[in-house]
């Protein structure tokens, strides 16, 4: 099934384009730290120096090395995002899910839950919760940005699965005795495996771009060092206004190049998968 779905891809120029840059950052986040083991949150020299041999991208007005602060946020950030992503699509994979199967007053329960959760602007809720909390890790603001972002998932999947329920060979395994679980895993979700891989993929894109807006307006992580932090701190110290152009640029420029290597991503797979918007 796996390779039946990644074969086509490797067809399409924006798939390439789109999973290189992302695998480009992903190998910068992970190995960047380890290649320059500097603390980012302790002093490393003069402060507001542009970049230099001795600091490849300057300093902060705390004298802070941007460079470790850009290379560890950005694992951070990816880190929230894989989170975020992990616990939406489990949410709403199994909200969908069970919605679907069951039918019924089940049905009618789980999608009010749902529809009431979505008509809740969910960033203005973040906000709330996030205010509230004086310390926030990166797990509680990924969990935040989780238990928010996943009704319009599970509204997806059971629309879905509602269409492969009548199928033959769904109601042949009904026949042979399999139960709800068995049925949802062996025969349910692995049809739709291409459009969850998708919504896995935009939930890490959401992940980012919410934590780099909580963090802007300060109520984003209280530990660590992630984008959003770096660019907050930009904007608290008026790093645009006064020219320090390396504070706000390199932090900047990696959370476009997240956010739209993801967007191309999902843009070739749709036109991969889906026939109507299939390239002739």
């Known amino acids: 099934m796996w390779k039946q779905m990644i074969r086509p891809l490797f067809k399409s120029p924006k798939f390439i384009v789109g999973a290189t840059i992302f695998l480009l950052i992903v190998l910068m986040a992970i190995l960047g730290p380890i290649v320059y083991p500097k603390d980012p949150t302790s002093f490393a020299g003069i402060p507001e120096q542009p970049p230099s041999k001795q600091y490849p991208l300057g300093t902060d007005t705390y004298g802070g090395d941007l460079l470790a602060k850009v290379l560890n946020g950005t694992r951070s950030s990816l880190y929230i995002g894989f989170l975020v992503a992990i616990i939406s699509m489990s949410i709403g994979l199994l909200v969908g899910t ?18 009431i959760v979505l008509t809740i602007p969910s960033i203005l809720l973040a906000i709330l919760i996030a205010s509230y909390l004086n310390i926030r890790s990166l797990e509680v603001i990924a969990v935040i940005l989780g238990i928010l972002s996943w009704p319009w998932f599970a509204r997806a999947i059971r629309a879905q699965l509602m269409s492969l329920i009548n199928r033959e060979y769904v109601y042949l395994s009904r026949l042979a005795g399999y139960g709800d679980f068995r049925l949802a895993i062996e025969d349910l979700i692995p049809a739709i495996a ?3 891989f998708m919504a896995f993929i935009l939930f890490i894109n959401g992940g980012i771009l919410g934590e780099a807006g909580l963090s802007l307006i300060g109520l984003g992580p209280t530990k660590g060092v992630t984008l959003g932090i770096v660019l907050q701190w930009a904007v608290l110290m008026e790093a645009i206004r006064r020219g320090l152009w390396w504070w706000f640029i390199p932090p900047g420029v990696i959370i476009v190049a997240l956010t739209s290597s993801l967007l191309i991503i999902t843009t070739a797979m749709d036109e991969v998968f889906n026939p109507k918007l299939r390239e002739r």
Do not use: C, E, V
Request: proline share 0%; aromatic share 10%; no cysteine.
């Open 194 to 196: 291409t459009y969850t």
């Open 98 to 115: 069970f919605s679907a199967i069951k039918g019924g007053i089940i049905d009618d329960i789980l999608m009010g839950l749902t529809n």
